[in-house]
């Protein structure tokens, strides 16, 4: 079993911060990429940014320049630093993990339970 767990949502004004943790554990082999999506009401899932084991990153363009994407590869954790927030970047936040859970395995898709974050006008 594999379990992300997210901490750090609320309600924020607009132009305020926050700061988004996940926390991967259980018995996961090793991780590739973690990151952020985020899914507003009648939206479709999206990502917001991703960092690879090597610090690639993936980030979305409307988040550029006021959201940092950071990760600890030895306590698989990511970390999501909102800055700048807007009333569109209302939305419940999910974590994920692409690992693995034994060598030469395949890499599969895990997900957080979501974290919601409110920016108000």
Not at 28 to 43: D, E, H, L, S, T
Not at 61 to 81: E, M, P
């Given at each position: 079993?594999?379990?992300l767990?997210?901490s750090?949502?609320?309600?924020?004004?607009a132009?305020?911060?926050?700061?988004?943790s996940?926390?991967?554990?259980?018995?996961?082999?090793?991780?590739?990429v973690m990151?952020?999506?985020?899914q507003?009401?009648g939206?479709?899932?999206?990502?917001?940014?991703?960092l690879d084991?090597?610090?690639?990153?993936?980030?979305?363009?409307?988040?550029k320049g006021r959201?940092t994407?950071?990760?600890?590869?030895?306590?698989?954790?990511?970390?999501?630093?909102?800055?700048?927030?807007?009333?569109?970047?209302t939305?419940v936040?999910y974590?994920?993990?692409?690992?693995?859970?034994?060598?030469?395995?395949?890499?599969e898709?895990?997900?957080?339970?979501?974290t919601?974050?409110?920016?108000?006008?």
């Amino acid at each position: 079993q594999v379990q992300l767990v997210e901490s750090g949502g609320g309600l924020v004004q607009a132009g305020g911060s926050l700061r988004l943790s996940c926390a991967a554990s259980g018995s996961i082999f090793r991780i590739n990429v973690m990151g952020w999506y985020r899914q507003a009401p009648g939206k479709q899932r999206e990502l917001v940014a991703a960092l690879d084991s090597g610090g690639r990153l993936n980030s979305a363009d409307s988040v550029k320049g006021r959201f940092t994407i950071s990760r600890d590869n030895a306590k698989n954790t990511v970390f999501l630093q909102m800055n700048s927030l807007k009333p569109e970047d209302t939305a419940v936040y999910y974590c994920n993990a692409q690992g693995i859970l034994y060598s030469g395995g395949y890499y599969e898709d895990y997900w957080g339970q979501g974290t919601q974050v409110t920016v108000s006008s």
